[in-house]
Each structure stands twice: as structure tokens, then as C-alpha cells.
């Protein structure tokens, strides 16, 4: 019997992410499933099973969205929903399936084509209820976490404002990236106000794309390729929807990324995360979320997060390497899309073969995918090349 | 015999000061201000607040709900069965609507009286509330302002006890609105005011004195309503009253005619100054002209202070722009996304929706809303009770939220504690931006959500305390 550990990725692909109104579902998931089945170099017969994440309805429904875009007809597939952490659960399930040996060679994807429903933020009518959350976006249940976190620990706008001139730095090298340009301390301070001291630099843009990963065992992904990336912890963990309404929850941590973080951490033996990780991809869906995660997720204490942020702690040289890609913020977030996106990168960062900024030397790497309207659901991995 | 055990009101805080109408048009504008409905509030919120005033948020012994509005958000669908169901009241309470006639306040009051005196119901809560939409550029549009009353008619602790009732009509067409019509049309006001309205509320006023056997020196305080400013000061001078203290206020300086609720807000206003052994008398209009004389009690000294007509009206904001107004009215339409509801859901959880009932674990202790099977905070299940909760609370977490669409942005989203017990998630209305801090003390306010399904969803919103 296998185990988690023997998990191994040899292949990956991604589409540009963006406002890609020239493609439909089918052909971001088309370009980026056989683009990962070209990178592991195995033929699309092979497939044994899979699993896409998608979040909204509008982007498809069932199995049959992937086996119509890449014509697996016939073999298991699975559709996985987990609101933003849609494709890492997708990751996740499909890494279960092959560690039990149930299957060998298995595609995890994701896909999300969220700008044909016109171009006023997420789509959120029809989502919980219809009076009793009525009014809540997404910019306003993660900006909540900004006026208690400021009241707390004297988080200003201007640490958040760091998040992004990092974040758009980055993903302006990377050309798979949504936006390609830097910007400013003081255009983010200046843009147009959306939730709070929220502005519109403060909030990941809203995004087309798709990104696939074959996965199978170490010991047949020797086989294809050198470089294979191996699981080293794995973790997930739901919350509850309601959390404003619940009295223990204090807005100043994401419980559901602790909790997920903790059990990845586990698995892969790691007790100092700030020392043994190298670099993360982590759900900044908005600024003041990825304060949160660099503390939640161990990399600085809590409270610090904003300072961190400002010396420079999560700059691709820095002590972790925070979002190499540009992350949700700047390379953008189609929901179903991110998680597999973050496995792309980590996967390619451990490979030396980055799109972007490459993080020199990196051995370990952690993708970290926060869901729904104030941190209902999270996903941890952590991958790694050391054989 | 019924008579008045409680009173309130409601104002609503937005104002609009008629000089902004008239610059607005190019016209002339009388002084003052009127009383405007914010985006989300109708006549069954209004009535709602109206009703919380009066019975103080206990509706223990109350029997009954009459709601008489000539601008009920719905032609088919009962409103006083929302409004007492907001209100908590006992289930096998008497519920009735009234509406169409601008008399529609008065007749729900003495329908209230005469049923109390069959004893259909111990004790009926009359509100009447309007929003009515002039014509713009009209006169009325000057006029007219929203607001909402509510008496208590019972049998037992009155207030002021119904000495006499006078009812006459007159058939005449003064302003009216159709079934297809939203706003209001008028002919002629000073046709209505000289062969209608002033002729047909004396003659009212001075056949309830032959009946009562008493005359204007009798009363401490005559209370009627008016279609107009103008108007209102005919009726005295044709009486040859000329003491003004005895003539109640009509409120048309501070908050504009409130329609079928005006006399039901000037009886409220009354009360709130009367003495016991006053005697008081009410005269509705609106075709129908009825009148009530009243005594006061004793026990109107006893009786637990409330934010009333005064508290109301000194708390304001004043819109910035005619064109604001012109929004929240929805006269100027714009596109929005329509939300989505279902009205089994809202059916199903209305327990959650009216009376805000969350539950309290009988486990832990804990309570916690929404109300749901499992205790969230020590997972019991199925082992809770309704808990109803508390109307106000401090503000532990918010923000504005300028992404959500909505006839006032930013949208402020809240979480409140509870006072006795509960968080809760809400947003806030009635509000500046700059006003809104951590720790402030909150008040709940019943108001419209949105419009999906194409039915009115109501629920609760926070505000600053008023």
C-alpha cells in the first residue's frame, strides 16, 4: 500500500489567466489539461480518472465538463465544489486516489469563466440566504478582517498596500499572469474605495482560466521525468458559513487555514515553517487576507504581519517567498482554477522552471487556498523535490 | 367601554427641506421640511416602528393588529398580518387591513374600539403609516411627508377613555389615485378645500359637539387632520377658535401630511402632553369625517416614556440633493441586479425573519442565531429553545461596502452584540459613514431588503441609536 508521501506531479500546465473573452470553458480546460499532458509526457489514453473544480453553475456542471473538453469518455470523473479551494480539493482527491492505488495515472484540473456574467465583481446573488446575507460581497466578509485586525494590532492600509505593490511586482514578470504592470504604494492608497479601505488595488481582479496536474506514484513518475515534485503534507479543513454570527470568531485569523495548515504541517514533519519553507502561494483574494494567511500559516507571528510585510520578510527574496506568480492578486483568480494554479506554480518554482521570478534554490513549497465569504473552507499542500 | 391604553409614532429621519424642491424646480417653496422614507422603509416598516414605540417591544396581552395604510406596498397580500407578526403578537391575535381612503386611520380606530367593546379582542394595536408619491413639481409634493402612528385600544389601563363617537360623509372627488395610477393626482385643491374638505370637517366637528353636548371651551386639546397647511388654519377660523394652544399641531412645518395617518400621529402628539381630566378630541377626514372625544386618565402619569412624535422628529438628517430623494422614492430608476428568494423559504424561516427568534441551547446556554439543530458552540443536538431576541446591541464589527448595489451606498454591513445574548449579522441603514465606530450602541429597525421574487423581502437592519 502506498502512501500520501508517494505522490508524485509530472505534469502541468496553465492557460493565461485574464479576461479571456476569446475562449469558452472548453478551451481554457482544453489548453491547459493538454498542456500538463504534454508536460508529463503521456498520452491522454492513459488518463485513468479525474477530477475538475468548479464553483459556479455557469462554468459547467458534473465530470462530463472535463471528458467533453479532452474526450475521456468512460473513465471515473469527478466534479468537486469547495467555493475557492474548488481545484485544490480536486488536487486533493485525486492525490487520495492514487496513493491507495485504486488508480495510477490520474488529471486534476480546474476551470472557471467568470466574465460572460458581465463585470460587477462575483457573481454572490443566489448564494446563502436570500434576506439574511443579503448585501454581503466578498470584498466586505474579508475586509472585515481589516477593521478588527487594525483595532488589534494597528494594521494600517499602507501594510496592505505592500501586499500588492509585491504581488503586482512579481506577477508583472510572469507572462501567464492577469495583469503585467507594477504598481505604487500610492496608487493602491489612491484607487477607487470598493469595501471599506478596501480599494480596487486591494481586491484580486476577476478572472478566466484553467490549470491542469497529472498526478500519479513516485515510483512510475521516475519514468517520465527526472524532476517529479513528491507530496510532502496535505490538509483541509470546512468552517462554518455563518461565522459572523458566531461569538468565537475573532476576525483577526482565518480558523479554517490553522486548522488545514496544522494538519499539512504534520504530515510533512515541519515545526518551523517561516525556516523550512521556501516559498508559498497563498489566497490573497484581497489584501488584508494575505496578512492574515502569512500569520495563520506560521510565518510570522500573529500581529506582524503588516510590518513583515513592509520589510520586505515575503519578497520572492525574502525569508518565504510570498506569491512568486503575483498571486490571486495580480494573477488573477478564476475560483475552480486557483488551487491547481498554485500547484502549477509551486510544482514549476520546485523544478527550477518557473514562468516568472524564480525562487533560487527552493526545496519546499506550500499552496494555500482559502474559500468562501470570510474564510469558510481552506486547503493546504506542501510539495517538495527533495527525493 | 375601549379606550386608549398606549401610544406611539414613527418618523422617519430622513428629511428633505422644501427650498431644495423648489431650487430644484424653479419654483416657489414653502419653508419647513418634510419627513422622507429611507430606500428601505414602506408603510409596514413604518407601521412596525410605530407599534415597537407603543408597546415598548412587549406585545404580552396585545389581541389584535389593525394596519390602515392608502400606500400599502401590497394590493393583494395582507400587511397587518406582517406587522404583527414582526411584532411577536399571539397567534390567535385578530389581524385586518384598511386601506384606499385617506379616513382609512380613523376607521381602523373605531373598528378597533368597536371590537375590543364585543370583545373580539382584549386589546387591538391600530397603526396607520404612509409613504404616498406625489406628483413631481405638485403641490403635494411640498406637503406631503411619511410618518407612521400607533394607539392601543384595550379595555384595561387606559390612558384616556372614549367618552362620545361622531361619524358622518361626504361624497366629492378631492385627490385621488387609481388602480393603475403610482402617484397621486389632484383636480383642483382649492375646489376640494371650499366644497370638500373644510365645510365637511366643521360640519363634523360641530355636530360632534351638539351630540357630545359640550363646546370648544370644553376641550383641552382639538386634534384634526388637514389635506394642506392652508387648509388646516381655515377649519379653526371657520369654528372661531382662536386660541391656538387648543388646536394640535398638524406637523406639516417639520414632517408634511402624513395622509390616513396624520390624525392617528396628532392624537400620539396630543397625548404626549396631555394632563388627566383633559378632554381631547380627534376628527378624521378623508370623505369620512369621524370623531372621537377622549378623557385622559390618571394613568397617562405612569405610563413609560417613549421616543414618540417628539423624540422622533428632533432626530434628522437632512438629504443633500432633490435628486437623493428622487433615488430612494425610486422616481429616478436605475438598472440593478435582480436578487434572487423564495417565498417557502421566507415562509419557512419566518420566525427567524419577523420576530427574530434565534435559540438558546439548552446545553451550554449559549444562544445563537440563525436558530439551527445544533448548538454551535457545544454541538448538542435538538436540544434548544426559542429565544426571542433583543432589539439592540453594541457594534462589535463592520464595514461599507461600496461593491453591493443599493439606493444609498456604501452598504454598511454590521455584527452586533446583542443585548441579552447573541451575534448577529446585519446591515445598517440610517446612517453617515463617518458616524459608524467599533462599540457603538445599536438599535434594530424592521425594514426592505430587496425586491427578489418579485415580492417584497423584509428583515432587519441595524442602526445607529436614534
Given at each position: 500500500m502506498a502512501d500520501l508521501k508517494d505522490v508524485a506531479i509530472i505534469g502541468c500546465g496553465c492557460t493565461k489567466f485574464g479576461e479571456n473573452f476569446d475562449w469558452g470553458v472548453d478551451d481554457m480546460l482544453t489548453m491547459a489539461c493538454f498542456e500538463a499532458i504534454e508536460d508529463a509526457g503521456i498520452s491522454p489514453e492513459q488518463i485513468e480518472a479525474g477530477w475538475i473544480g468548479m464553483q459556479y453553475p455557469f462554468t459547467g456542471f458534473s465530470g462530463a465538463t472535463l471528458s467533453d473538453a479532452i474526450?475521456?469518455?468512460d473513465i471515473p470523473i469527478t466534479h468537486t465544489e469547495n467555493y475557492c479551494v474548488s481545484g485544490l480539493d480536486a488536487f486533493r482527491n485525486a492525490c487520495l486516489a492514487v496513493a491507495s492505488e485504486q488508480y495510477d495515472i490520474v488529471i486534476a484540473c480546474g476551470v472557471e469563466k467568470i466574465t460572460d456574467q458581465g463585470g460587477r465583481g462575483l457573481p454572490t446573488s443566489?448564494?446563502?440566504?436570500?434576506?439574511?446575507?443579503?448585501?454581503?460581497?466578498a470584498p466586505s466578509a474579508f475586509g472585515l478582517a481589516f477593521t478588527r485586525h487594525s483595532l488589534e494590532f494597528g494594521t494600517t492600509r499602507e501594510h496592505l498596500a505592500h501586499v500588492a505593490v509585491k504581488n503586482h511586482r512579481n506577477g508583472a514578470a510572469n507572462p501567464k499572469a492577469h495583469f503585467r504592470r507594477e504598481v505604487t504604494i500610492e496608487q493602491v492608497l489612491k484607487a477607487p474605495v470598493i469595501a471599506g479601505p478596501l480599494g480596487l488595488l486591494d481586491c484580486c481582479p476577476i478572472s478566466d482560466g484553467s490549470a491542469a496536474v497529472i498526478i500519479t506514484r513516485k515510483e512510475i513518475a521516475k519514468k517520465y521525468r527526472e524532476d517529479y515534485v513528491t507530496l510532502k503534507g496535505m490538509g483541509l479543513a470546512a468552517y462554518t458559513n455563518l461565522m459572523m454570527y458566531n461569538k468565537d470568531f475573532d476576525y483577526l485569523s482565518w480558523r479554517p487555514t490553522v486548522k488545514a495548515a496544522q494538519a499539512a504541517y504534520k504530515m510533512a514533519g515541519i515545526t518551523n515553517p517561516a525556516e523550512e519553507i521556501d516559498l508559498a502561494e497563498c489566497h490573497d483574494c484581497f489584501t488584508i487576507t494575505e496578512i492574515l494567511n502569512v500569520e495563520d500559516l506560521g510565518f510570522c507571528k500573529k500581529g506582524e504581519g503588516g510590518p513583515a510585510m513592509e520589510e520586505g520578510r515575503f519578497n520572492i527574496d525574502g525569508k518565504v517567498a510570498v506569491n512568486p506568480s503575483g498571486g490571486l492578486k495580480c494573477f488573477g483568480h478564476p475560483i475552480g482554477a486557483t488551487g491547481i494554479r498554485m500547484v502549477y506554480e509551486v510544482t514549476k518554482q520546485l523544478q527550477g522552471r518557473a514562468d516568472g521570478l524564480q525562487r533560487q534554490g527552493a526545496k519546499v513549497g506550500l499552496a494555500h487556498n482559502l474559500g468562501g465569504l470570510g474564510g469558510v473552507v481552506c486547503g493546504v499542500v506542501i510539495l517538495t523535490n527533495e527525493k | 367601554m375601549a379606550g386608549i391604553v398606549s401610544y406611539g409614532a414613527y418618523i422617519p429621519k430622513l428629511r428633505l427641506e422644501r427650498k431644495l424642491i423648489g431650487s430644484s424646480w424653479g419654483i416657489p417653496a414653502a419653508p419647513g421640511e418634510i419627513a422622507v422614507g429611507n430606500f428601505d422603509e414602506d408603510s409596514v416598516t413604518m407601521a412596525v416602528e410605530a407599534g415597537r414605540d407603543c408597546l415598548l417591544d412587549d406585545p404580552r396581552g396585545v389581541g389584535g393588529l389593525y394596519f390602515a395604510s392608502t400606500s400599502a406596498p401590497y394590493d393583494e397580500k395582507s400587511c397587518s398580518t406582517i406587522v404583527a407578526s414582526v411584532l411577536d403578537l399571539s397567534q390567535g391575535s385578530l389581524t385586518a387591513d384598511f386601506g384606499t381612503s385617506l379616513s382609512a386611520g380613523m376607521n381602523a380606530l373605531l373598528a378597533a374600539a368597536g371590537a375590543v367593546d364585543d370583545d373580539l379582542a382584549k386589546s387591538i394595536l391600530v397603526t396607520a403609516a404612509e409613504c404616498r408619491i406625489p406628483q413631481p413639481k405638485s403641490a403635494d409634493e411640498q406637503t406631503l411627508g411619511d410618518g407612521a402612528g400607533a394607539i392601543l385600544v384595550g379595555k384595561?389601563?387606559?390612558?384616556?377613555?372614549?367618552?362620545g363617537i361622531y361619524t358622518t360623509y361626504e361624497e366629492i372627488l378631492g385627490s385621488w389615485r387609481t388602480a393603475e395610477d403610482r402617484m397621486i393626482r389632484d383636480y383642483n385643491p382649492r375646489f376640494y378645500a371650499s366644497k370638500g374638505y373644510v365645510p365637511g370637517i366643521v360640519s363634523a366637528i360641530k355636530g360632534a359637539f351638539a351630540k357630545f353636548g359640550i363646546g370648544p371651551d370644553e376641550l383641552s386639546k382639538l386634534v384634526y387632520g388637514a389635506p394642506d397647511f392652508r387648509s388646516h388654519g381655515q377649519v379653526a377660523k371657520s369654528l372661531g377658535?382662536?386660541?391656538?394652544?387648543k388646536i394640535q399641531d398638524a406637523l406639516f412645518a417639520l414632517v408634511g401630511g402624513m395622509g390616513c395617518a396624520q390624525p392617528l400621529v396628532m392624537l400620539a402628539a396630543a397625548l404626549e402632553e396631555a394632563n388627566p381630566k383633559d378632554l381631547v378630541m380627534v376628527a378624521g377626514w378623508g370623505d369620512a369625517y369621524n370623531v372621537i372625544l377622549l378623557e385622559v386618565t390618571e394613568a397617562i402619569r405612569d405610563l413609560e416614556p417613549r421616543r414618540g412624535v417628539k423624540g422622533h422628529i428632533v432626530s434628522k438628517k437632512n438629504l443633500p440633493s432633490y435628486a437623493k430623494y428622487l433615488e430612494l422614492k425610486s422616481l429616478l430608476t436605475v438598472d440593478r441586479d435582480v436578487q434572487s428568494s423564495s417565498p417557502i423559504q421566507v415562509w419557512r424561516d419566518r420566525k427567524a425573519i419577523y420576530p427574530l427568534y434565534g435559540k438558546k441551547c439548552n446545553a451550554c446556554g449559549e444562544v445563537y442565531f440563525p436558530p439551527r439543530r445544533v448548538c454551535p458552540y457545544c454541538r448538542k443536538y435538538d436540544d434548544n429553545e426559542d429565544f426571542r431576541l433583543q432589539r439592540k446591541g453594541k457594534l462589535w464589527n463592520f464595514i461599507h461596502d461600496y461593491l453591493y448595489q443599493s439606493e444609498d451606498p456604501p452598504t454598511t454591513l454590521t455584527i452586533t452584540d446583542l443585548d441579552g445574548g447573541g451575534r448577529i449579522f446585519l446591515q445598517m441603514t440610517d446612517r453617515e459613514v463617518e458616524e459608524v465606530e467599533v462599540g457603538m450602541d445599536i438599535e434594530l429597525t424592521f425594514r426592505r431588503i430587496h425586491e427578489g421574487g418579485r415580492f417584497h423581502n423584509y428583515y432587519w437592519k441595524t442602526r445607529p441609536k436614534r
Amino acid at each position: 500500500m502506498a502512501d500520501l508521501k508517494d505522490v508524485a506531479i509530472i505534469g502541468c500546465g496553465c492557460t493565461k489567466f485574464g479576461e479571456n473573452f476569446d475562449w469558452g470553458v472548453d478551451d481554457m480546460l482544453t489548453m491547459a489539461c493538454f498542456e500538463a499532458i504534454e508536460d508529463a509526457g503521456i498520452s491522454p489514453e492513459q488518463i485513468e480518472a479525474g477530477w475538475i473544480g468548479m464553483q459556479y453553475p455557469f462554468t459547467g456542471f458534473s465530470g462530463a465538463t472535463l471528458s467533453d473538453a479532452i474526450k475521456t469518455y468512460d473513465i471515473p470523473i469527478t466534479h468537486t465544489e469547495n467555493y475557492c479551494v474548488s481545484g485544490l480539493d480536486a488536487f486533493r482527491n485525486a492525490c487520495l486516489a492514487v496513493a491507495s492505488e485504486q488508480y495510477d495515472i490520474v488529471i486534476a484540473c480546474g476551470v472557471e469563466k467568470i466574465t460572460d456574467q458581465g463585470g460587477r465583481g462575483l457573481p454572490t446573488s443566489g448564494m446563502g440566504h436570500p434576506v439574511m446575507m443579503a448585501g454581503l460581497t466578498a470584498p466586505s466578509a474579508f475586509g472585515l478582517a481589516f477593521t478588527r485586525h487594525s483595532l488589534e494590532f494597528g494594521t494600517t492600509r499602507e501594510h496592505l498596500a505592500h501586499v500588492a505593490v509585491k504581488n503586482h511586482r512579481n506577477g508583472a514578470a510572469n507572462p501567464k499572469a492577469h495583469f503585467r504592470r507594477e504598481v505604487t504604494i500610492e496608487q493602491v492608497l489612491k484607487a477607487p474605495v470598493i469595501a471599506g479601505p478596501l480599494g480596487l488595488l486591494d481586491c484580486c481582479p476577476i478572472s478566466d482560466g484553467s490549470a491542469a496536474v497529472i498526478i500519479t506514484r513516485k515510483e512510475i513518475a521516475k519514468k517520465y521525468r527526472e524532476d517529479y515534485v513528491t507530496l510532502k503534507g496535505m490538509g483541509l479543513a470546512a468552517y462554518t458559513n455563518l461565522m459572523m454570527y458566531n461569538k468565537d470568531f475573532d476576525y483577526l485569523s482565518w480558523r479554517p487555514t490553522v486548522k488545514a495548515a496544522q494538519a499539512a504541517y504534520k504530515m510533512a514533519g515541519i515545526t518551523n515553517p517561516a525556516e523550512e519553507i521556501d516559498l508559498a502561494e497563498c489566497h490573497d483574494c484581497f489584501t488584508i487576507t494575505e496578512i492574515l494567511n502569512v500569520e495563520d500559516l506560521g510565518f510570522c507571528k500573529k500581529g506582524e504581519g503588516g510590518p513583515a510585510m513592509e520589510e520586505g520578510r515575503f519578497n520572492i527574496d525574502g525569508k518565504v517567498a510570498v506569491n512568486p506568480s503575483g498571486g490571486l492578486k495580480c494573477f488573477g483568480h478564476p475560483i475552480g482554477a486557483t488551487g491547481i494554479r498554485m500547484v502549477y506554480e509551486v510544482t514549476k518554482q520546485l523544478q527550477g522552471r518557473a514562468d516568472g521570478l524564480q525562487r533560487q534554490g527552493a526545496k519546499v513549497g506550500l499552496a494555500h487556498n482559502l474559500g468562501g465569504l470570510g474564510g469558510v473552507v481552506c486547503g493546504v499542500v506542501i510539495l517538495t523535490n527533495e527525493k | 367601554m375601549a379606550g386608549i391604553v398606549s401610544y406611539g409614532a414613527y418618523i422617519p429621519k430622513l428629511r428633505l427641506e422644501r427650498k431644495l424642491i423648489g431650487s430644484s424646480w424653479g419654483i416657489p417653496a414653502a419653508p419647513g421640511e418634510i419627513a422622507v422614507g429611507n430606500f428601505d422603509e414602506d408603510s409596514v416598516t413604518m407601521a412596525v416602528e410605530a407599534g415597537r414605540d407603543c408597546l415598548l417591544d412587549d406585545p404580552r396581552g396585545v389581541g389584535g393588529l389593525y394596519f390602515a395604510s392608502t400606500s400599502a406596498p401590497y394590493d393583494e397580500k395582507s400587511c397587518s398580518t406582517i406587522v404583527a407578526s414582526v411584532l411577536d403578537l399571539s397567534q390567535g391575535s385578530l389581524t385586518a387591513d384598511f386601506g384606499t381612503s385617506l379616513s382609512a386611520g380613523m376607521n381602523a380606530l373605531l373598528a378597533a374600539a368597536g371590537a375590543v367593546d364585543d370583545d373580539l379582542a382584549k386589546s387591538i394595536l391600530v397603526t396607520a403609516a404612509e409613504c404616498r408619491i406625489p406628483q413631481p413639481k405638485s403641490a403635494d409634493e411640498q406637503t406631503l411627508g411619511d410618518g407612521a402612528g400607533a394607539i392601543l385600544v384595550g379595555k384595561e389601563n387606559l390612558i384616556a377613555e372614549i367618552k362620545g363617537i361622531y361619524t358622518t360623509y361626504e361624497e366629492i372627488l378631492g385627490s385621488w389615485r387609481t388602480a393603475e395610477d403610482r402617484m397621486i393626482r389632484d383636480y383642483n385643491p382649492r375646489f376640494y378645500a371650499s366644497k370638500g374638505y373644510v365645510p365637511g370637517i366643521v360640519s363634523a366637528i360641530k355636530g360632534a359637539f351638539a351630540k357630545f353636548g359640550i363646546g370648544p371651551d370644553e376641550l383641552s386639546k382639538l386634534v384634526y387632520g388637514a389635506p394642506d397647511f392652508r387648509s388646516h388654519g381655515q377649519v379653526a377660523k371657520s369654528l372661531g377658535i382662536k386660541d391656538q394652544a387648543k388646536i394640535q399641531d398638524a406637523l406639516f412645518a417639520l414632517v408634511g401630511g402624513m395622509g390616513c395617518a396624520q390624525p392617528l400621529v396628532m392624537l400620539a402628539a396630543a397625548l404626549e402632553e396631555a394632563n388627566p381630566k383633559d378632554l381631547v378630541m380627534v376628527a378624521g377626514w378623508g370623505d369620512a369625517y369621524n370623531v372621537i372625544l377622549l378623557e385622559v386618565t390618571e394613568a397617562i402619569r405612569d405610563l413609560e416614556p417613549r421616543r414618540g412624535v417628539k423624540g422622533h422628529i428632533v432626530s434628522k438628517k437632512n438629504l443633500p440633493s432633490y435628486a437623493k430623494y428622487l433615488e430612494l422614492k425610486s422616481l429616478l430608476t436605475v438598472d440593478r441586479d435582480v436578487q434572487s428568494s423564495s417565498p417557502i423559504q421566507v415562509w419557512r424561516d419566518r420566525k427567524a425573519i419577523y420576530p427574530l427568534y434565534g435559540k438558546k441551547c439548552n446545553a451550554c446556554g449559549e444562544v445563537y442565531f440563525p436558530p439551527r439543530r445544533v448548538c454551535p458552540y457545544c454541538r448538542k443536538y435538538d436540544d434548544n429553545e426559542d429565544f426571542r431576541l433583543q432589539r439592540k446591541g453594541k457594534l462589535w464589527n463592520f464595514i461599507h461596502d461600496y461593491l453591493y448595489q443599493s439606493e444609498d451606498p456604501p452598504t454598511t454591513l454590521t455584527i452586533t452584540d446583542l443585548d441579552g445574548g447573541g451575534r448577529i449579522f446585519l446591515q445598517m441603514t440610517d446612517r453617515e459613514v463617518e458616524e459608524v465606530e467599533v462599540g457603538m450602541d445599536i438599535e434594530l429597525t424592521f425594514r426592505r431588503i430587496h425586491e427578489g421574487g418579485r415580492f417584497h423581502n423584509y428583515y432587519w437592519k441595524t442602526r445607529p441609536k436614534r
